[in-house]
């Protein structure tokens, strides 16, 4: 079955480094998306990305985050200069549909990736 | 905005007893609701989903859900309990607007004792 894959499964950094993530999802999906879950909570929609451009945002992906992809394959999550309060499981998830494509909107079924979890000191 | 609840964070049940997973949900709309379920060191699967038409619908490994649009509520059920069904569960919904992002519920622990 195919899997949404996430680099690296786990990564310390000290506050203010720049920290990427980077995922491959499925490779005939057409949307990609970032979620976070803090410890203990909610997981929270941070990006999704459509045709090599966000399709939306949450006011939680402010200047310091930043989505590309760099290749046709891997999707990557960067954070420019990380803050105690990023420390997280980050998951990329990636679905087949998208709002423009058949099917009601907000129908996709996403497949996440294990989640790279990421400790700031 | 849109809004889920998932009352408990945990939720106990004997291997061979009927197990609910409860999830309400607050959206203005027509909300399309997805239960996820989490096993250790694993992201998210898809368990099942509402979109329209019959109120009952079935999923993976045996799951149910029930969408009661009175009670806003949309319920993770299964008639006879697995050890195996042990992890962590999230309800979920959309509405179609914005990103299609998925709103999650904090999750619930589903523990089967053998």
């Known amino acids: 079955e195919p899997e949404v894959t996430q680099t690296p499964s786990h990564q310390v950094t000290q506050m203010g480094q720049e920290v990427i993530l980077r995922c491959v999802p499925i490779s005939n999906h057409l949307y990609f998306y970032w979620y976070r879950q803090i410890l203990g909570q909610k997981v929270e929609f941070l990006v999704s990305f459509y045709n090599n451009e966000i399709s939306e945002k949450s006011e939680i992906f402010d200047d310091q985050f930043s989505v590309e992809r760099p290749d046709g394959s891997n999707f990557t999550l960067k954070i420019r200069s990380t803050k105690l309060e990023d420390s997280a499981m980050y998951f990329c998830a990636s679905s087949e549909l998208g709002r423009i494509a058949g099917g009601p909107p907000g129908a996709n079924v996403l497949t996440f990736g294990a989640g790279s979890r990421l400790t700031v000191l | 905005a849109q809004s889920v609840a998932q009352p408990e964070d945990q939720v106990n049940v004997a291997e061979g007893n009927p197990l609910t997973v409860k999830c309400t949900y607050s959206?203005?709309?027509?909300?399309?609701l997805f239960w996820y379920v989490q096993y250790p060191n694993r992201g998210l699967q898809f368990l099942l989903k509402y979109i329209t038409g019959d109120n009952l619908v079935k999923g993976s490994y045996g799951f149910e859900a029930e969408f009661n649009k009175s009670q806003t509520s949309f319920h993770l059920k299964k008639p006879s309990a697995l050890v195996s069904d042990s992890a962590l569960y999230f309800c979920a919904v959309s509405t179609g607007g914005g990103a299609d992002g998925l709103t999650f519920g904090k999750g619930t622990h589903l523990i089967i004792q053998p």
């Open positions: 959206v203005s709309g027509n909300p399309y």
